[in-house]
């Protein structure tokens, strides 16, 4: 059941024994109840509000709302209602519809102000349930701590796996810088064999002119050709080599640059918010790494996607001459 269901509910039990104990003059019902009213029982994971309903004929109806606070920091709501009930003395029989951790029927008494419940669990154990009268403010406070302590629980998870996720970016874009510093230095001897490439074309075009038979001319096409393929291979391996191992990497360490923060919050701050100190500390001293390995990152990135826009350009226009060649070589044959 979703949190709001509680809250709407707490506000509907509010209305109840306020108004009873404004009545309490006039309305003999209120004021000879044996234990209409609001109970809370409360632990260290859990709060639950019990709020009873007696009626002059002695029948019982009511509403039981239960707050539990899950290990991942989750809180988990509930809503049943007590459809019919007894007291016989000390002894209060209950029948609740729509919470499995009771069951439907329940048994339990009351003594002074405190409601002992009791139901069997599936291991076959007796649970046991003590609920104290008391207000919906003080079952407020209970469950505004569950609250509070569910937020620190997932900080304090959020700071771990932060911080685990940031140092390992840190690392990612150190060996990605160190990566693509080394190929920036290959881009000269790339340039050069292209050279080569387009050299070779031109001396066997040179051959071709000079080539008074026909089907050697033919076999010098063919050659010149070859030569232009072997080019074309090349484009696609410098483009895999650098669009997708080192420019869409680059991008996607900038990406998640971009949605760290870059306030990495003072221990005071974290602690006052739940986190342990060593939590705050880890998530802190990495935070800062970050931030210095961001501002190292960007002129790199923006340095290598120059030198491959340039590199790009080199190749696109090699590209093209050596298609001039070809039709040249074809011309010729």
Not at 144 to 169: F, Y
């Amino acid at each position: 059941m979703r949190a709001s269901k509680v809250l709407n509910t707490i506000a509907k039990l509010n209305s109840v024994p306020l108004l009873c104990a404004l009545l309490l003059s006039v309305n003999t019902a209120c004021a000879s109840s044996r234990i209409g009213g609001t109970y809370v029982a409360h632990g260290e994971r859990f709060v639950e509000i019990l709020q009873l309903t007696e009626s002059q004929d002695g029948q019982i109806t009511g509403v039981l709302n239960t707050m539990e606070l899950k290990n991942d920091g989750s809180i988990d709501t509930d809503e049943a209602s007590i459809t019919s009930g007894t007291i016989d003395g000390d002894q209060l029989t209950l029948h609740i519809s729509e919470l499995a951790v009771f069951g439907e029927n329940i048994a339990g008494t009351v003594s002074g102000s405190t409601i002992r419940l009791q139901s069997t669990g599936k291991d076959g154990s007796v649970l046991t349930w003590e609920f104290q009268r008391a207000s919906l403010e003080e079952f407020k406070t209970y469950a505004d701590r569950l609250k509070s302590e569910g937020a620190a629980i997932v900080l304090n998870s959020k700071l771990m796996s932060s911080a685990q996720e940031v140092r390992q970016t840190v690392l990612n874009a150190e060996a990605w810088i160190s990566n693509s510093e080394v190929h920036a230095q290959r881009i000269s001897a790339v340039r050069d064999y292209y050279q080569k490439l387009e050299n070779r074309m031109r001396s066997l075009i040179a051959q071709e002119r000079a080539t008074p038979n026909s089907v050697a001319r033919t076999q010098i096409s063919v050659a010149v050709i070859q030569v232009d393929v072997t080019g074309t291979q090349s484009d696609v391996q410098v483009s895999q080599l650098w669009d997708q191992t080192i420019v869409n990497s680059g991008q996607s360490l900038i990406k998640q640059f971009a949605n760290y923060p870059s306030n990495c919050f003072t221990l005071t701050e974290l602690q006052g918010r739940g986190a342990t100190l060593q939590n705050a500390e880890e998530w802190q001293n990495a935070c800062q790494q970050m931030l210095i390995e961001r501002m190292k990152f960007e002129p790199a990135f923006d340095s290598i996607i120059g030198q491959r826009a340039d590199l790009k350009s080199f190749q696109a226009a090699a590209k093209s001459r050596r298609q001039a060649i070809v039709d040249e070589a074809s011309r010729l044959q």
